[in-house]
């Protein structure tokens, strides 16, 4: 069984900063990639960011947080970051982690709640 677990989400003021971390776990599990997506109140689902583990470019971005956030990963397992810089109180939501399966199949997390004031 897979279980993805998200952290750091937290209430910070408009201009401050977050780092967010996801970790997948399971016995054989061994992810392809990991992702950021978000979800605001009365909003859909919107994606965020995603580092791939191989592959050239092999991060993404939402135009909505270029330049402000960073999506990182830790080489040793299925541990991804999301470094978010100047936070906006647009940035204000749920944010979930996915990690990718080779199969094809994508796991998600809870969800970390991410409230910025202005």
């Known amino acids: 069984q897979v279980k993805v677990e998200e952290s750091g989400g937290e209430l910070v003021q408009a201009g401050g900063s977050l780092r967010l971390s996801c970790t997948a776990s399971?016995?054989?599990?061994?992810?392809?990639?990991m992702g950021w997506y978000r979800q605001a109140p009365g909003k859909e689902r919107e994606f965020v960011a995603q580092?791939?583990?191989?592959?050239?470019?092999?991060?993404d971005y939402a135009d909505s947080v270029k330049g402000r956030f960073t999506i990182s990963r830790d080489i040793r397992g299925n541990t991804a970051y999301l470094q978010m810089n100047n936070l906006k109180p647009e940035d204000t939501a749920v944010y979930y982690c996915?990690?990718?399966?080779?199969?094809?199949?994508?796991?998600w997390g809870q969800g970390t709640q991410v409230t910025v004031s202005s």
């Open positions: 996915s990690a990718h399966h080779h199969s094809g199949f994508i796991y």
């Open positions: 399971g016995r054989t599990f061994s992810a392809y990639a």
């Open positions: 580092i791939r583990w191989s592959g050239s470019p092999n991060i």
